[in-house]
């Protein structure tokens, strides 16, 4: 009991990266996402970081699924305390964008 009250007490002090969309918005056919990561852990990562998004409209509809990513040959190894922005485009085909949801992929 001691061990798991232990290691409950470790990983609640873990840290993970952060991601937040920041806003959103459409402009014709098209609507965004602006959205924001930040490498909160203690690790390089020396690939890629890869966002992904999903836009959704009335009632939680799924209108679309798009991503982007922070690429390590642009902005050199993804360090602890890296932090950026990327928009994310969807086509929304005439609806209306409400919310959007995002995850990372770190590699």
């Given amino acids: 009991m001691r061990k798991i009250i232990l290691l409950l007490f470790f990983l609640s002090f873990q840290s993970h990266a952060g991601i937040e969309v920041d806003r959103i918005w459409s402009e014709g056919n098209f609507g965004y996402a602006l959205v924001t990561y930040a490498n909160t852990t203690g690790k390089t990562f020396n690939t890629a970081v890869t966002i992904k998004c999903v836009a959704m409209g009335k009632n939680k509809k ?7 990513s922070f690429f390590t040959h642009q902005h050199g190894p993804i360090k ?16 209306k964008m409400k919310s959007a949801k995002c995850s990372y992929s770190e590699r």
Avoid: C, M, R, W
């Fill in 80 to 95: 602890p305390g890296f932090s950026d922005t990327i928009e994310i485009p969807f086509q929304l085909n005439g609806a």
């Fill in 62 to 68: 799924i209108l679309g699924v798009n991503e982007g």
